[in-house]
Structures are given as structure tokens and as C-alpha cells.
């Protein structure tokens, strides 16, 4: 039997149907390349409406994404604060460290949250044989499946501007940040300078968004993304898939369908003999310890990632797609054990 392809990844999950119908209308005739057309102003106008007065450029990758955003604060000789296991330090290749080549400096965190009193611990003092820390960047939701409250993360941004640091959010999952927090976009990061807003895991095939919030950081956004070689030609069709996300809070039904997928999945089973999950669920994903005799007939039928094999961890995912009664399969059959 084949492992049905639930709760791998939300990357694992297609296109929304409305992506994919606003790239079938996006799909006739010809239009101007590189952003200069209706569908990326028409977008452009929709990500101003939710984040407010910024500079925004269109990108095809979340690592791409993070790198344009931290070039525009960074040089060869700053560094970047964040917490250890983050997506830049851990999967995207190095690419922050190699393409802007600016060290990153991790911290460990309890569960995915940097905090203002972990941040002081890392602080050096400014001297010469030191990099210059300068970027903090912090994850919403975090790779743990914790979110920030907007507090928290204006405590973030408050602590590395009093200490001359920029605020960089990995938002590749800010929509499911947005949901939890029951608050907007443009309010789910406050104090930060600048976003990588992720749609992709949010039902668009590629679409993720550097949004540049500190007006300093604005000008270059456009070259810093061709640079990093995230100019996307036809860009209409990036345009169209965030256009189809951010009309009608299509974005907040599906994070909030994901969130509520991950809740009902931790509630069957955190109870369950053998079972615990170690961090808090607060947005789409379920980090639980298995039973270590049940794992291998699960993942016969069940596609989800060990996150530590020493420990029995599992990483399970939800999505805007994944669906009440594949959330119940998974439950009945780890409850079972
Ligand atoms: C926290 C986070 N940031 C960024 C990304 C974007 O990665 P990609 O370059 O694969 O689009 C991901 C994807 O898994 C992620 O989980």
C-alpha cells in the first residue's frame, strides 16, 4: 500500500482551485514583462491594502524570498541573529551566507521563539574583530508550529532597534500567524522591517512576497530581487495567484482550515497512550512523540516525517486542503496503538 500524501508538508498540497482559475484567466494574450502589467498592479494595490505603506517585490521561492529581503540589510561583514533550526539556517543551502555572505548566528530555542532576554544573551559588544550584528530575523509561525502573539514580536522589534538591529520575519507561513493571532496581515509582525509573506503554502502554486516596510530599506528592493535571480518574467502569473489569495480572505480561510485541522488532530490524540506533543499547536503543524512500535505501520499508511528519530519525533502537517476525515483516519490509527 502507498502512504496517502497527508501530512507530509503543506507543500505537499496543490493549488487552491481559485489559483488556479486566476492563472487559466491570466492566461490570455499577451502581456508585458517583469511586473509591468495589470495583474502585478492590481496585486500590488491588494498586498498595500493589507500591509500598508511598503515596497513590495513579487518573488518564486521562500529561500529566494528571504534572501532578497535580507540583502537589503545586510553587508559582508553584519550578521543575522536567529533562532537554530530556522529555515535560513537549516533549509535553504546556505544560501543567505553564500549569495549575501553575511554570517548567521543561531540561538537555541525551547520551541521555535526567540525572545528579547535569549536576544541579550547573544548581544556582543561592537569592536572591530567582530561581525556587526545586525538583522534579527524571527519565523511566524515558527518551524515548531508556534506563532508569536503581536506583542511578542513588537517586543522582538522594539529590543533590536534600541540595540540598532533590524527586524526580518520569515513569513512563509504568516497567514496560519494571522489566523491564530485573529488579526490581519499587516498586524501579525508588528514593529518588523521587513517580511517574507509566503502564499505558497497557502494554496498558490509559487508566490511569496518581500515586503519592505522600513522606508530606508525600499529603493533596491527591485535590483536586490534580480540579483538574487528572483525576477520572474511572466510575472502576471505570480501576480494572479496572490490576487486570487488576498480577494475575499481567501488566505484567512484557508489558514484558518489548516490551523483547525492541526487542533482537532492534536485533541484525538494527545491523550493517547504513548503519545505526547511537545510544543504548543498554534498554527498547522503537530510535533508528537509516537509510539516507537506504531511508527513504521503508520507510515505505511500515513505520509508524515520523523523529525528525530532518537526521540520517536514526528512532524505532522496540515493544510488548506487536508480534510476532516483524513485528520480521523490519522487519529483513529495512532489512537489504535
Ligand atoms: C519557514 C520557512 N521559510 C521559507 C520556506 C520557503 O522555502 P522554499 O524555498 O522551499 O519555497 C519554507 C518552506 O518550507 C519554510 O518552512
Given at each position: 500500500m502507498s502512504a496517502a500524501m497527508t501530512f507530509g508538508s503543506d507543500n505537499h498540497a496543490g493549488m487552491a482551485p481559485e489559483v488556479l482559475t486566476a492563472l487559466a484567466e491570466a492566461n490570455v494574450g499577451h502581456a508585458s514583462g517583469y511586473g509591468d502589467d495589470r495583474w502585478t498592479e492590481q496585486a500590488e494595490n491588494l498586498l498595500g491594502n493589507a500591509f500598508g505603506d511598503a515596497a513590495f517585490a513579487l518573488c518564486l521561492t521562500g529561500t529566494g524570498s528571504n534572501v532578497v529581503a535580507l540583502s537589503l540589510a545586510l553587508r559582508g561583514w553584519e550578521s543575522v541573529l536567529t533562532a537554530k533550526g530556522a529555515h535560513i539556517d537549516l533549509d535553504e543551502a546556505g544560501a543567505p551566507e553564500h549569495i549575501i555572505g553575511s554570517k548567521l548566528e543561531t540561538i537555541a530555542t525551547p520551541d521555535g521563539r526567540l525572545t528579547p532576554e535569549l536576544l541579550d544573551a547573544a548581544l556582543r559588544a561592537r569592536e572591530q574583530h567582530h561581525v556587526v550584528q545586525r538583522v534579527v530575523s524571527i519565523t511566524q509561525s515558527t518551524e515548531c508550529g508556534t506563532a508569536y502573539t503581536p506583542a511578542a514580536v513588537q517586543a522582538i522589534a522594539d529590543w533590536a532597534h534600541a540595540h540598532e538591529l533590524l527586524l526580518h520575519v520569515d513569513g512563509a507561513r504568516l497567514c496560519n500567524a494571522a489566523a491564530t493571532n485573529r488579526c490581519g496581515l499587516g498586524e501579525v509582525a508588528p514593529g518588523a522591517d521587513l517580511i517574507s509573506f509566503g502564499l505558497t503554502k497557502n494554496g498558490a502554486m509559487g508566490a511569496e512576497i518581500v515586503v519592505a516596510i522600513n522606508p530606508s530599506l525600499r529603493a533596491p528592493i527591485q535590483n536586490a530581487r534580480k540579483q538574487a535571480t528572483q525576477l520572474q518574467s511572466k510575472m502576471r502569473f505570480v501576480a494572479a495567484q496572490v490576487t486570487a489569495l488576498l480577494t475575499d480572505d481567501r488566505w484567512l480561510n484557508h489558514a484558518t482550515h489548516a490551523n483547525a485541522m492541526a487542533l482537532r488532530l492534536a485533541d484525538g490524540i494527545?491523550?493517547?497512550?504513548?503519545?505526547?506533543?511537545?510544543?504548543?499547536?498554534?498554527?498547522?503543524?503537530?510535533?508528537?512523540?509516537?509510539?516507537?512500535?506504531?511508527?513504521?505501520?503508520?507510515?505505511?499508511?500515513?505520509?508524515?516525517?520523523?523529525w528525530d528519530a532518537p526521540t520517536n519525533l514526528a512532524r505532522l502537517m496540515t493544510a488548506w486542503d487536508t480534510s476532516p476525515a483524513e485528520v480521523d483516519q490519522l487519529v483513529a490509527d495512532i489512537v489504535a496503538g
Open positions: 494527545g491523550n493517547a497512550a504513548g503519545v505526547s506533543i511537545i510544543h504548543p499547536v498554534e498554527a498547522n503543524a503537530v510535533f508528537a512523540v509516537l509510539p516507537a512500535a506504531r511508527i513504521s505501520a503508520l507510515a505505511e499508511k500515513h505520509h508524515f516525517y520523523i
